[in-house]
């Protein structure tokens, strides 16, 4: 290639630049010299966009900018963007290891003009930068623009074409395309519009290769991408019109650096060949040559997919996503698992690699330096995770494919629930109601009940010769959506869309932030609101003024008002929609709120409220009140009152502010740390985790209390922002939920900021003005289910200060306890008792009276070590009137031949005979009809005629018994007979009648005095 010297003041020669170099100067070309404002990389989580599982362009982190939702950080922007694309439209996984180009992982350069310049200038600084700044002869450099598409009324990019001209490009090097690959879109909806792409013939032939461009060749490839954002494409396939225009253009990092290193492949390049030679250390496997049609490539082709998906997990760990909110990334893991384990016969690499991924991209994205031990944790557990379901279900998935060959094509073969949900769907072959076609409900049932994902699903439909239609399942996952928000029998979908279908303003709800705390005392204002809607078990009323309108008529009520007297507060569902409301509800995990409507001179009674696409539907029941005449009705767009019950708001805001210190206390505390969900309630709350495996050891949640309540006692500002999406990016050190879609604007963060703590969450919630308000903060329980998944319930407020003194009280009884023992004024039995009495009060102390968690787990093992330590003291007690009955009723000093009319407590008939070890002993038992015997013989003086089995054969005899199975004792030595029964009258007869037996034996083999 012929290249030409930089203009920079680089002196290095361009061969030789490393991919660090080449990623500066293109930012710094931007920025220097051109004016540009330097973004920081998105994490790769979609933080705002639900149609797409992770961020896959530069312009991702931009979109709200795009759609006028807010306004841009500066109008000139530059970055270097961390992209996946493994899904949808821009999926390029299958050929990922098996070409020399396409990555699950890889860096976007870009440059951005947010209303400032547009096509001519974006055209000519890309040119300028390749041609001028890296030295790319342009002689090998082709453009291509939008040709238009008459079907979408668009027109071809004309203006485009001449500037290429204006610029220099020659005629034939300017090449028109169509919609597939010169318009360029995001996803299946959102900005899009005509695009300009620059390509590069890798091979430097001086011939016209025009007739090559986008015909997929290895050798002239896509360079840069310049995005004319102009249009928005809607969910139904429309284009339309932006109200203002964009500059969005991407330049892969990899493929630069390839072209500037002179390499064919960008696995040849800098940003790949040490991870290979970490791969090659670790495993002693053979280097890597670089093969990819060689019949031998399989190595190689593994290095390549280790390398790549090494990179991908790794970044897309230490920006939060987790296994569990992405079914995609769990399966890249599992992929990446099984050709370290298949080609390069090592377990463990993938934890190690992203080490030296760490080492390779850690300089620009200094996040996976910071998160590096919490990306190798994630992954060991799923590594395990993966081992443990191959040996289970995946074993009896493997049988199945056996029987049923056609199975084997389903990916995702290690989903956990795939044999139950593949079963369930055989059993529901035979009642399907329309042959060959799968219903939605049966899919939703796969995907909710089983856990199967969409792609899975659509495997097994196919297998099983069924037309499944994706958006069924969408429809069903609507429908349950709508019922899990509304409640049993609520219509809510069908509502809430002739809602919007009559133009009816959303609930303006921004006033569930406004109270004032004056001292410890809250106070929430009332407001004066507008009924827009009703809703009568389902069925809509609404003011029609247009009777053209389109509504249902079977799901709403042709009337302006409904009368009360018809209406039954015991069986009836009730819902209110106001213009406006102070109401929180349910949302971010927080109980929604109680409260009153006064409307005209009736009082309806709030009991839970619910947002539906952003209408607030207040569902509750009126106030029956005899004084009061019921006939009066009431009427949509009514004036009425709205107020809440401030003692739930303030215990429901209290321990979502102290959720967010517990999150944040476990962050500290443990390597990794998820929340999963979590519950809010006025009088406690509940938080769901995952950690990997780690479990909070006791000392670990004594920590956690004390963090807490250490910023308690500081009375630290609670301080709320409300951000865009770009400030919430820029923000450092901000919590996100993975798998958590975020709006555009109006992004609530909450901070609290203490010299032990330190939380910062984005949080639609309600919180306390200072952290002095929660008084105390103590857990309640501490659960797991499963290896991963753990549960705190805790409480604060006045509930955690009555807990406080209630574990307070515990640990006075149990302290109290113990010294009583220790100073013998109890006795075992009575401490017993008085034990007793203590457990079952701790047993019942969620329902009776709350007891911190902390406290109860610690006297509880007291209690236990007490009970140990008294009962051997006991024993020892037992053992000395024993050995003194034996004695005063002993005879002979050769051997002891004794019966206890009262079985001993602490003692078993085999502890008592081994307190003469040296002695011939035997000793009987007899309490309520019930005789036991056990006997020993030292070693010594034990002969066939006498031993233990002869010895008790005499007692047995007697009793008409029977030998006890004795495990690992010797027979011969030792001997016992099973508890048997005899009758009262003659209970003292036999038992004198066996102990002679028995003397008679012993005196006769047995040296005398």
């Known amino acids: 290639m012929n290249f030409v010297r930089p203009y920079s003041s680089s002196t290095s020669n361009t061969l030789k630049k490393s991919s660090t170099i080449i990623r500066n100067e293109f930012l710094d070309y931007f920025k220097k010299d051109l004016g540009h404002t330097f973004i920081r990389s998105s994490p790769v989580t979609s933080v705002n966009d639900q149609t797409v599982p992770f961020v896959n362009a530069g312009m991702n982190q931009f979109k709200g900018i795009f759609l006028d939702y807010h306004d841009p950080p500066a109008t000139k922007v530059t970055n270097s963007q961390k992209c996946i694309r493994i899904s949808g439209k821009h999926n390029d996984l299958n050929l990922v290891g098996n070409d020399t180009y396409h990555h699950t992982f890889f860096e976007m350069l870009g440059n951005w003009s947010f209303g400032d310049y547009f096509k001519e200038e974006a055209c000519r600084y890309a040119w300028d930068l390749l041609t001028k700044h890296y030295g790319i002869n342009k002689e090998f450099l082709y453009v291509t623009y939008f040709a238009g598409d008459e079907k979408l009324g668009l027109e071809p990019d004309l203006e485009c074409k001449d500037i290429w001209l204006s610029i220099g490009v020659s005629r034939d090097k300017v090449l028109p395309f169509g919609l597939k690959d010169n318009f360029w879109e995001m996803g299946t909806s959102g900005p899009c519009g005509a695009c300009t792409e620059i390509h590069v013939d890798h091979r430097k032939r001086i011939t016209d290769q025009s007739v090559r461009v986008n015909k997929g060749f290895a050798d002239l490839t896509e360079l840069w991408n310049i995005v004319f954002i102009q249009h928005e494409r809607l969910i139904n396939g429309s284009i339309v019109p932006l109200s203002k225009h964009y500059v969005d253009t991407g330049m892969g990092l990899e493929r630069l650096v390839a072209l500037l290193q002179e390499k064919e492949s960008n696995y040849d390049t800098d940003l790949f060949q040490p991870l290979f030679k970490f791969i090659q250390k670790y495993t002693k496997a053979p280097e890597y040559k670089g093969k990819f049609r060689d019949n031998e490539n399989e190595l190689d082709t593994g290095y390549r997919i280790l390398a790549d998906h090494s990179r991908m997990i790794s970044v897309a760990l230490a920006d939060g996503m987790v296994p569990d909110e992405n079914y995609k990334l769990r399966k890249i893991i599992r992929k990446a698992i099984d050709v370290g384990e298949k080609v390069f016969k090592m377990q463990g690499i993938l934890s190690e690699l992203s080490c030296a991924v760490a080492d390779n991209l850690g300089g620009v994205y200094p996040e996976l330096h910071n998160n590096l031990k919490k990306v190798q944790n994630i992954i060991k557990f799923e590594e395990e995770l993966f081992k443990n379901l191959r040996s289970t279900s995946g074993k009896e998935w493997g049988k199945m494919v056996k029987v049923r060959p056609e199975l084997a094509l389903v990916t995702d073969w290690m989903s956990p629930g795939l044999v139950g949900g593949y079963k369930y769907l055989q059993s529901t072959l035979q009642n399907l109601k329309t042959a060959n076609v799968l219903p939605g409900n049966v899919a939703l049932k796969l995907y909710d009940t089983y856990g199967l994902h969409v792609e899975t699903v659509m495997e097994l439909a196919k297998i099983e010769s069924l037309h499944f239609e994706e958006e069924d399942l969408k429809n069903e996952l609507e429908n349950l959506k709508y019922r899990s928000k509304a409640g049993v029998g609520y219509n809510s979908k069908v509502a809430i869309e002739l809602l919007k279908k009559n133009h009816v303003p959303k609930t303006n709800e921004i006033f569930k932030y406004e109270y004032a705390f004056k001292g410890n005392n809250c106070q929430f204002p009332t407001i004066e609101s507008k009924i827009i809607g009703l809703l009568i078990n389902g069925n809509l009323i609404l003011n029609v003024e247009n009777e053209s309108l389109n509504i249902d008529t079977c799901s709403t009520i042709h009337e302006k008002s409904f009368d009360l007297n018809t209406v039954s507060n015991e069986g009836d569902e009730i819902g209110i929609i106001l213009d406006k409301t102070l109401c929180y509800s349910l949302e971010g995990g927080q109980t929604s709120d109680k409260g009153f409507i006064h409307v005209k001179d009736l009082i309806f009674h709030i009991s839970y409220v619910r947002k539906i696409d952003n209408y607030v539907v207040h569902f509750g029941r009126f106030v029956q009140d005899n004084s009061k005449n019921l006939d009066e009705k009431v009427k949509v767009g009514d004036s009425c009152v709205v107020s809440i019950d401030p003692q739930l708001r303030i215990g429901a805001m209290q321990h979502h502010t102290a959720a967010h210190l517990l999150h944040a206390s476990l962050m500290k505390i443990m ?166 009495a203590i457990e079952n009060e701790i047993s019942d102390g969620n329902k009776k009276m709350l007891i911190p968690y902390l406290v109860k787990e610690e006297y509880l093992i007291k209690l236990k070590d007490l009970d140990k330590t008294a009962w051997a003291h006991a024993k020892e007690m037992e053992k000395s009137v024993v050995s003194t009955d034996i004695k005063s009723a002993s005879n002979s000093s050769s051997f002891i031949v004794h019966c206890f009319h009262k079985n001993p407590t602490y003692l078993s008939l085999h502890e008592i005979v081994s307190l003469y070890p040296n002695t011939p002993i035997m000793i009987l038992s007899c309490e309520n009809s019930t005789v036991k015997a056990r006997c020993s013989i030292p070693q010594e003086i034990a002969t066939d005629p006498f031993n233990a089995q002869t010895w008790m054969k005499t007692v047995l005899e007697v009793f008409n018994g029977e030998y006890s199975k004795n495990k690992g004792f010797n027979h011969f030595l030792f001997a016992s007979m099973k508890s048997t029964n005899i009758s009262e009258t003659s209970s003292q007869y036999l038992v004198e009648k066996a102990i002679g037996a028995a003397r008679t034996l012993v005196t006769a083999h047995v040296r005398k005095d």
């Open 671 to 836: 390597q990794v740390v998820y929340p999963h969900s979590s519950f809010i309630l006025p009088h406690a709350l509940r938080f769901q985790f995952n950690c990997f495996g780690e479990k909070l050891s006791f000392e670990q949640l004594n920590k956690v209390e004390v963090y807490v309540n250490s910023a308690i006692k500081a009375n630290v500002p609670v301080v709320t922002k409300i951000l865009n999406s770009s400030e919430l990016l820029a923000e450092d050190f901000v919590t996100l939920l993975p798998g958590e879609i975020y709006p555009y604007t109006d992004i609530r963060v909450v901070e609290i900021d203490t010299h032990d703590l330190r939380s910062k969450e984005a949080c639609c919630g309600t919180h306390v003005p200072k952290t002095g308000i929660l008084e105390h903060f103590c857990l309640l329980n501490y659960s797991s289910k499963g290896a991963a998944r753990f549960t705190i319930k805790a409480v604060t407020g006045p509930l955690a200060t009555s807990a406080k003194l209630a574990g307070e009280k515990l640990q006075h009884n149990v302290l109290r306890l113990e010294r009583e023992l220790k100073t013998g004024k109890v006795t075992y039995e009575v401490f017993k008792s008085l034990s007793k």
